[in-house]
């Protein structure tokens, strides 16, 4: 499993684009690249995953370089519900293996009015 | 939209007292997950699961903690002999072979006096 490696904490205000990297030096061909979110007392939820480019849902978009050792979570116009911890996590989840979900220690990101 | 159920949703107990934790995954998802995260820290995985067998644990999993899928719908943790360290957030998380996302539940909040 690759290691990341991602800001402890982020600071932002309402109506802002918040972007939060990661770095994965380490990735393997097979890996995907996947983004959680975790609110206090609550289970992480998939945000959104990549491979490789650039990623859009409704909620986020996700960027990869060419070399793909780094990802850029992107949220647009964020509001204070937006506040929560943010996780990069690398690896293979593919449908051969029953690939654990290690988490990092995370983004903590805080929207201010 | 489907989700994880975990039941239940706080429970106190006292040291040395078995305990079972009970997670409803996704109907048709193969692969099932508990992860734990104590106050202010990440979280850490402890066991998957599949194809009725456990495919990896963590050093945390040892011999007190068990898991069992016993009648195709449910998935439980079991912790034998609780530790007061053992108190924490346990989230139950499962997925498909076909998506790559993890659904995770609300968790139980274990508390061990």
């Known amino acids: 499993l690759a290691k990341t490696t991602q800001p402890i904490s982020m600071d932002s205000y309402e109506g802002q684009e918040v972007n939060i990297t990661c770095s994965h030096n380490?990735?393997?061909?097979?890996?995907?690249i996947t983004w959680y979110q975790q609110f206090p007392s609550q289970g992480p939820r998939f945000i959104i995953q990549g491979y490789k480019t650039k990623v859009t849902n409704e909620v986020a978009s996700l960027f990869i370089p060419a070399d793909r050792k780094s990802s850029t979570l992107s949220l647009p116009r964020v509001s204070l519900s937006d506040t929560a911890v943010y996780y990069c996590?690398?690896?293979?989840?593919?449908?051969?293996?029953?690939?654990?979900?290690?988490f990092g220690s995370g983004t903590r990101l805080s929207i201010r009015p | 939209e489907p989700e994880v159920t975990q039941t239940p949703s706080h429970q106190v107990t006292q040291m040395g007292q078995e305990v079972i934790l009970r997670c409803v995954p996704i109907?048709?998802?193969?692969?099932f997950y508990w992860y734990r995260q104590i106050l202010g820290q990440k979280v850490e995985f402890l066991v998957s699961f599949y194809n009725n067998e456990i495919s990896e644990k963590s050093e945390i999993f040892d011999d007190q903690f068990s898991v069992e899928r016993p009648d195709g719908s449910n998935f439980t943790l079991k912790i034998r002999s609780t530790k007061l360290e053992d108190s924490a957030m346990y989230f139950c998380?499962?997925?498909?072979?076909?998506?790559?996302?993890?659904?995770f539940g609300q968790g139980t909040r274990l508390t061990v006096v």
């Open positions: 109907s048709n998802h193969l692969y």
């Open positions: 996590l690398v690896g293979d989840m593919g449908y051969s293996s029953a690939s654990k979900i290690i």
């Open positions: 998380a499962s997925r498909t072979g076909l998506r790559t996302e993890a659904f």
């Open positions: 380490n990735i393997a061909t097979n890996d995907y």
